[in-house]
T-cell receptor, first 114, second 113 residues
Framework: DAGVIQSPRHEVTEMGQEVTLRCKPI?????LFWYRQTMMRGLELLIY????????DSGMPEDRFSAKMPNASFSTLKIQPSEPRDSAVYFC????????????FGSGTRLTVV | TQLLEQSPQFLSIQEGENLTVYCNSS?????LQWYRQEPGEGPVLLVT?????EVKKLKRLTFQFGDARKDSSLHITAAQPGDTGLYLC?????????????FGQGTELSVKP
């Protein structure tokens, strides 16, 4: 298994531009999570899906952020318009059906908004 | 407000020393997990503890879940440079929340040869 695959690994964009982050979860995992990691705030849960349905998006900072999961093998996190304070490492993680299962994280996307 | 407080935040020790990292909360968790993260990578699961008072060992690492399921500790014996990394505890509040994890802010461990 290739694990959770995220793309791109690095993204540098100008303020105001749209940014799309992509994630392919592990096949058979029916939970998908999007986290953001910064030095100041650590790992913050943004949104999670179960069977492609968004369950909890209370961590999404504002309307500029949106996430979709059109099928079991693909999810996107979009920021429009991007701002410098969005600079962070964004992680996608997936998990199997049992709550005792651990998360499998991707390698992350390092986003820099200048 | 951090639901899970880890201490210390930074730890720099010599190879061969022992250390303990603490993860504390005022909330009860149904389970708690420990992860290790290396630079440029995502966190990797080390262990899951579920029962209050549970102790699990993974080679030189010993994990304990508090009796009241509000705290946990990670003890490393005879630390090695390969143990260097960011250690994160993560708790699951209740099973009816879909299993979402709340992470502590992490303990950055550096083991010098």
């Amino acid at each position: 298994d290739a694990g959770v695959i995220q793309s791109p690994r690095h993204e540098v964009t100008e303020m105001g531009q749209e940014v799309t982050l992509r994630c392919k979860p592990i096949s058979g995992h029916d939970y998908l999570f999007w986290y953001r990691q910064t030095m100041m705030r650590g790992l913050e849960l943004l949104i999670y899906f179960n069977n492609n349905v968004p369950i909890d998006d209370s961590g999404m900072p504002e309307d500029r952020f949106s996430a979709k999961m059109p099928n079991a093998s693909f999810s996107t996190l979009k920021i429009q318009p991007s701002e410098p304070r969005d600079s962070a490492v964004y992680f996608c993680a997936s998990r199997g059906p049992y709550r005792s299962d651990g998360y499998t994280f991707g390698s992350g996307t390092r986003l820099t908004v200048v | 407000t951090q639901l899970l407080e880890q201490s210390p935040q930074f730890l720099s020790i010599q190879e061969g020393e022992n250390l303990t990292v603490y993860c504390n909360s005022s909330s009860v968790f149904s389970s708690l997990q420990w992860y290790r993260q290396e630079p440029g990578e995502g966190p990797v699961l080390l262990v899951t503890v579920v029962t209050g008072g549970e102790v699990k060992k993974l080679k030189r690492l010993t994990f304990q879940f508090g009796d009241a399921r509000k705290d946990s500790s990670l003890h490393i014996t005879a630390a090695q440079p390969g143990d260097t990394g960011l250690y994160l505890c993560a708790g699951m509040r209740s099973y009816n929340q879909g299993g979402k994890l709340i992470f502590g802010q992490g303990t950055e461990l550096s083991v010098k040869p």
